[in-house]
């Protein structure tokens, strides 16, 4: 193994509670109630998609200038309830891994499909610790694709199958899977489908596991 690959919502930080906040509100401003359950295939899903499975789910039918208006209304939302992440709110086991990598000299990227992922790194303040950065301005093909941890393999330099993609969504371990790259699943609540490997929290994995796949 060559290089890791990180999510960023919910492995990096759990801004992903607060997509699922902001997405339950503009649910409920269309007159859809979403549920956890529904949330889980918001996962890993650009902005667009996001709203398009809850008009579906929901059987609402609203023109593009609404859908326009909902997309920045829930980003703003958003925006507002990840203005104060800092440091701090870095899950367990993240800094230790970016640590381990720099020591191994293991180069990692980003593989986010957030519009908001070069301003949530520079709020964690671990923006340079990755080599490259692929976010969802950056891509034209959404997870479950692989575009996105290809380009980062690409960029980085590695052969994909030498790839370690670290994921909390489905979508995310189908584009990893795809992309012939290594899928492990962060879930702190059961397991992601077929994912390679699955771990409670980047902290659940021991630096072994490293050491017999490097
Ligand atoms: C992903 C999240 O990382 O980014 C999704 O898992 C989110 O829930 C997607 O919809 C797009 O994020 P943003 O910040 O561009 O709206
Ligand atoms: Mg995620």
Redesign the pocket.
């Known amino acids: 193994m060559k290089a890791f690959i990180f999510?960023?919502?919910?492995?990096i930080v759990d801004t992903?509670k607060y997509h699922f906040k902001s997405w339950k509100i503009i649910g409920k401003k269309l007159g859809f109630e979403l549920t956890k359950t529904q949330n889980e295939f918001l996962?890993?899903i650009s902005r667009e998609e996001s709203l398009d499975k809850i008009l579906n789910w929901g059987g609402i039918s609203i023109d593009r200038m609404d859908k326009k208006k909902y997309m920045k209304e829930k980003n703003l939302i958003y925006k507002e309830l990840i203005n104060n992440v800092d440091k701090m709110d870095i899950l367990p086991g993240v800094n230790k891994l970016i640590d381990f990598a720099a020591i191994k000299g293991i180069p990692i990227a980003l593989g986010?499909a957030s519009k908001n992922a070069h301003g949530i790194l520079k709020k964690l303040g671990i923006q340079n610790k990755f080599k490259v950065i692929i976010d969802g301005n950056s891509t034209s093909k959404t997870k479950p694709h692989p575009e996105v941890f290809l380009k980062g393999a690409q960029m980085l330099g590695v052969n994909p199958k030498e790839v370690i993609v670290f994921?909390?969504?489905v979508a995310?371990v189908k584009a990893a899977n795809t992309a012939k790259m290594v899928s492990v699943g962060i879930c702190a609540s059961g397991k992601i489908e077929n994912a390679r490997f699955n771990f409670k929290s980047l902290d659940d994995i021991p630096l072994e596991f490293f050491e017999n796949v490097i």
């Open positions: 999510d960023l919502d919910g492995v992903a996962k890993g986010s994921e909390d969504s995310g």
